[in-house]
């Protein structure tokens, strides 16, 4: 890993060259932005470094992984190889197998996802969510029964317990077929082993090893940080990190899962997110 930042170094400095250019000493612009977008300086940003708007798994610039100073950081959007309301199994009236549903369809077995495992928004007329409180933290078990784990070989799941929820009308709103000992809610496998997932009947070419490693485990990522007077002052630089990284972070909580996930939209909206303060002790250049 160390040498191959040492090679790196050309890249890096080009990417100091056009944050010198376009970024050093200037306040985001985003008059033209929707104020309600909590992404609009990010993409400022991405535009005055040249980086396309994406939501690939790939670096953003040259190799290397872009963050804007916020917190907390999305070091991911990765979606798991199993959703229970994708397991027909589970979910007998399901339409369309495997995740291939058309985009109507997939709503449909979707919001009944929600239903039985969400929250109403209240803020939003009460439209139902997998957000917030039902998302579980590393090995506790919240009050709607969810808990999250990561297993010896880093696959990581989220299970529900009906004997664990503590919902006053859980009875009404959750299944007879789920009012039974844990089940598996999602799962991310750690292994692209296609015999071992056949029998997970997991969905999606990817782990969430090789994801990671896709994106943060090429040339390194860097930071682009301002000062009181919210110009951009300085761009950090840090190594490549390995899944590994990941999991020891995973497990402490620093890094966690966040859903984003309601009613009537079908993107799963699955975040991964920490403190900034967790890049804080990895950097290992600074510039200017």
């Not at 939501?55 to 190799?63: H, K, T, V, Y």
């Not at 506790?140 to 929820?165: L, P, V, W």
Request: aromatic share 14%.
């Amino acid at each position: 890993m160390e040498n191959r930042f040492q090679e790196t170094s050309e890249i890096r400095k080009k990417i100091v060259d056009i944050f010198m250019s376009n970024v050093y000493g200037k306040r985001a612009d985003t008059a033209g932005s929707d104020p309600k977008h909590s992404g609009k300086e990010g993409h400022w940003l991405e535009k005055q470094m040249g980086v396309a708007p994406n939501a690939s798994n790939e670096p953003d610039l040259m190799g290397y992984e872009m963050k804007t100073e916020t917190s907390p950081i999305t070091v991911g959007s990765f979606d798991p190889n199993y959703w229970i309301f994708r397991d027909e199994k589970r979910f007998p009236d399901l339409i369309g197998k495997k995740g291939k549903e058309k985009t109507d369809e997939r709503k449909v077995n979707q919001n009944n996802f929600l239903n039985y495992f969400g929250k109403p928004n209240v803020k939003k007329k009460n439209r139902m969510s997998w957000s917030g409180s039902p998302i579980p933290k590393i090995n506790e078990t919240n009050s709607f029964g969810m808990k999250i784990t990561i297993s010896e070989d880093s696959t990581c799941q989220i299970f529900y317990s009906f004997s664990e929820d503590m919902r006053e009308n859980k009875k009404s709103i959750i299944p007879e077929r789920f009012q039974i000992g844990q089940i598996e809610i999602a799962r991310w496998d750690a292994s692209n082993d296609e015999s071992v997932r056949a029998n997970w009947n997991s969905t999606g070419k990817n782990s969430i090893r090789e994801k990671w490693n896709r994106k943060w485990n090429k040339n390194g990522w860097f930071i682009c940080r301002k000062g009181k007077d919210k110009k951009y002052n300085l761009i950090v630089f840090g190594r490549p990190q390995k899944f590994e990284f990941f999991v020891s972070h995973f497990k402490t909580g620093e890094i966690y899962f966040d859903s984003g996930m309601y009613y009537g939209n079908n993107r799963n909206y699955c975040q991964w997110r920490t403190s900034e303060k967790t890049f804080d002790n990895l950097i290992v250049e600074t510039y200017p």
